[in-house]
Structure formats: structure tokens, C-alpha cells
């Protein structure tokens, strides 16, 4: 009878540990599968502190229009051609951060042409992310004070 009992605390408690496994291992499902919300998240608030501090430093100014007719490339004579920006991809970046940015495209606009083509060849350089654009197009705007 004594056998008896130890046997059933012994199951007793492997079903608790079992019980436990199964809760951590559905919190770390949880876990692993909100963190690219988190980091999406993280990134928005980080591009809004960016436009709230360029926004500080600079008056509003009023919106304007991104130009139909590509502007002459910037004259990159020391660059080779891979590092040339050219007007198609000026006019698809510029179109992009007016529409998803527009306060950081006002600052864009301060910029002169050389540092602009800079910021171009980091958004395409780096798969048409613009968060490594807007690092680029920030530090450029900083950086020229």
C-alpha cells in the first residue's frame, strides 16, 4: 500500500512540472512572436522623436511640391557611376518621404545637393529602407550647424 502512494505523489507532481512546461512554453511562443511588433513600434517612435526634435529646430514651412520634371543630378565628378544618383531615383525618393514623412522631408529640402544625393544613395543602398535614410538625412542636417 505504501508503494501504492509514492507512485501517485510521484505522478502527482510530474503532471504540476508537465503543466508548468506547457504555460513557459506557451508564454515564450508569446514572447518570440510579439517582438517584431515591439521593434516596429520602437523604430515609429524613434522616426517621430526625430521629427519632433527637426520640427523644433526649424519652423514650419509650407508643403512643397515634389518637381514633375527631374532636377540636372547632382555633379558628382570625383564619384564613378554606381554612386551617381539619378533623377528616377531622386523623383521615387523624394515622392516616398513626402508621402510617409513630410516633416522630414521639409528638412530633406535644406539640404544642399550633394549631401540630398548622399541620402538618395543611402535609401537605395540599403534596400529601400528608410529608417537608414532618415539616419543619414538627420546626421547630414545636424552635422552642417
Known sequence: MNNINKDTSISFFSKVETGYKYLLS?????????????????EDDYLQALEA????IQPDSPKTDIPS?????????????????????????ERSLNQRLP?????????????KSEV???????SKQMHLAIRTLYKLHFNKK
Open 26 to 42: 506557451i508564454a515564450s511562443l508569446f514572447f518570440l512572436f510579439s517582438l517584431p511588433l515591439i521593434a516596429t513600434e520602437a
Open 53 to 56: 526634435e527637426a520640427n523644433a
Open 69 to 93: 520634371k527631374p532636377e540636372a543630378p547632382a555633379n558628382n565628378k570625383s564619384g564613378t557611376e554606381s554612386q551617381r544618383v539619378t533623377s528616377n531615383q531622386r523623383i521615387e525618393f
Open 103 to 115: 516633416k522630414s522631408y521639409t528638412t530633406y529640402l535644406t539640404l544642399n545637393d550633394e549631401n
Open 120 to 126: 538618395i544613395r543611402s535609401y537605395f543602398s540599403n
